[in-house]
């Protein structure tokens, strides 16, 4: 099986490399194509035997393609691509504005969404999976196989891809901020140090995870757990209900406000008049 990737940046590269390091795939059977030649070059030193392609060559030779570029630059790919690409090849979006109904207009080929996580470096995390009318159920399977490699794939409805991504996609980020400043906090106040604090907050992460996931925890019942009434944690944890009110609300406001910003421009891109992708915010 061939396994081609165009756009090998940030997210691309990320892809790349853990399904190599996982096992999921091997190096022969990988090609890349991304407009900088330096980055490709210096993916294949990293992998001897990925093959280096025009984003042509990858479309016509790939069984399964991922498209990793960005939003806007979807139009002019895939009107560059789509005379290579047939019927029974699988293309897929890792990007999240870009619908379905967007590809399956502009492409020939069988038509996945996957939007995947910076945590499939350490093949952890989930990559949510939407699955496009064309695809067959062996072609699920197959997608499901190859990212379980990397992680847990979950398929999702394509109108809750925001929503979900929020949590698989930018909760990293989100709760390393959170982190972040609670350990600066930390050290400025008490001068501990800042190499052994940030390793107790990733243990402690760490843990919490598997509380949620393996434990049978609920957050609510983590946090009934933890802070006994009248103690410590219970007064931190009442200080922070009150100071972030309103405050993931607002987070969901300006991620799905994005996203639709996004899937308005891409619907004039590829002559839509308006999307189906609506916000249930909006709702």
């Not at 197959?142 to 109108?159: A, K």
């Not at 008049?273 to 609506?278: K, L, N």
Request: net charge negative.
């Amino acid at each position: 099986m061939k396994v081609g990737f165009i756009g090998t940046g940030s997210m691309g590269g990320l892809l790349i490399d853990a399904f190599l390091s996982s096992g999921a795939l091997a190096p022969g059977e990988v090609l890349a194509a991304n407009r900088s030649q330096d980055r490709l070059l210096q993916l294949q030193k990293r992998h001897p035997g990925i093959s280096i392609c025009s984003n042509g060559e990858t479309a016509a030779k790939s069984d399964i393609l991922f498209i990793c570029v960005k939003p806007l630059q979807f139009k002019q790919l895939t009107d560059e691509i789509a005379t290579y690409l047939r019927s029974d090849q699988i293309v897929v979006s890792i990007t999240s504005p870009v619908q379905l109904y967007h590809l399956e207009s502009a492409l020939p080929s069988k038509i996945a969404k996957v939007i995947p996580s910076i945590t499939h470096c350490v093949n952890s995390g989930t990559s949510l999976c939407i699955f496009g009318s064309r695809l067959h159920n062996k072609d699920r399977l197959l997608l499901l196989q190859l990212l379980s490699f990397i992680g847990v794939p979950e398929e999702i409805p394509e109108s809750h891809t925001r929503i979900a991504s929020d949590f698989s996609s930018c909760g990293p980020a989100f709760l390393s901020y959170f982190l972040e400043r609670w350990i600066e906090a930390a050290v400025e106040s008490t001068g501990i140090d800042e190499a052994l604090i940030s390793r107790l907050a990733g243990e402690m992460l760490l843990g919490t995870g598997k509380l949620l996931t393996e434990g049978s925890f609920t957050p609510q019942e983590l946090q009934e757990r933890v802070a006994v009434r009248g103690g410590i944690t219970a007064e931190a944890l009442n200080h922070l209900r009150s100071s972030l009110e309103g405050v993931f609300e607002r987070l969901i406001t300006t991620t799905h406000g994005k996203y639709d910003e996004d899937v308005e421009k891409l619907d004039e891109l590829f002559g839509h008049h308006s999307g189906i992708a609506q916000s249930p915010l909006d709702r």
